[in-house]
């Protein structure tokens, strides 16, 4: 198939995580029908994975489509049927605490540590820290320093923190 220009194009794409697969369908669409996708691993999707345990399908990467707008991924699955449009907007996000005995936090530490990792870690860009985990430890020192039934899921939280943040941003942190 040729370009706007007449020029026939082939086309590899490195990776077929969500980027390489909306690349390819954007190609696709647009009239460019010699593209090859290579990917490393035995599966495509990249960090988006879900996979079986027992019964239950397990999402182990991304799992929420974040808007509709624009959004490739809302585009690729809307018109399969895999996910509905959004008749509401997001109103409130509600998390779910829980230790490594598996006892439920009780609310008002719930709701502490969700503020806090919505009010100080998420979108951090406080310039005078080295890294998030350095502004983090911080602000919870300083926040929570006096709370001692939230101060004692200082080292648990801030684990979690850690982990969260490596998964997300896959990089140094
Ligand atoms: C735990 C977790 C939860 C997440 N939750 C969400 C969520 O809810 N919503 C959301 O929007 N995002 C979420 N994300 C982020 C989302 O998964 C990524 O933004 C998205 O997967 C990035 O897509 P990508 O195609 O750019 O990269 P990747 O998904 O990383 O895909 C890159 C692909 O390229 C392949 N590759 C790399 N190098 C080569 C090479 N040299 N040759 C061949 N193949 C190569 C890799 O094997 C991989 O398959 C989450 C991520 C994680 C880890």
Redesign the pocket.
């Given at each position: 198939m040729n370009t706007k220009k007449g020029v026939k194009a082939k086309i590899v794409i490195?990776?077929?995580?969500?980027?390489?697969?909306?690349a390819a369908s954007k190609l696709f669409q647009n009239g460019f029908d010699n593209v090859t996708i290579?990917?490393?691993?035995n599966?495509?999707?990249?960090?988006?994975?879900t996979d079986q345990l027992g019964d239950y399908s397990i999402?182990?990467?991304?799992?929420?489509?974040?808007g509709e707008d624009g959004n490739m991924?809302f585009e690729l699955a809307n018109p399969h049927g895999l996910i509905d449009k959004s008749n509401e907007p997001w109103t409130e996000f509600v998390d779910t605490y829980y230790d490594s005995s598996g006892n439920r936090l009780d609310s008002h530490v719930e709701k502490s540590i969700s503020n806090f990792f919505s009010d100080h870690v998420q979108n951090s860009q406080d310039k005078r820290f080295k890294s998030i985990g350095e502004y983090a430890t911080k602000m919870f020192d300083q926040q929570f320093g006096s709370e001692s039934d939230i101060f004692k899921f200082r080292d648990q939280y801030l684990y979690h923190l850690e982990r969260?943040a490596t998964?997300?941003k896959?990089a140094e942190t």
């Open positions: 490195v990776g077929a995580g969500p980027s390489g697969i909306a290579l990917e490393a691993e599966r495509i999707g990249g960090r988006v994975y999402d182990f990467g991304g799992q929420w489509v974040h991924a969260h998964t997300m896959s």
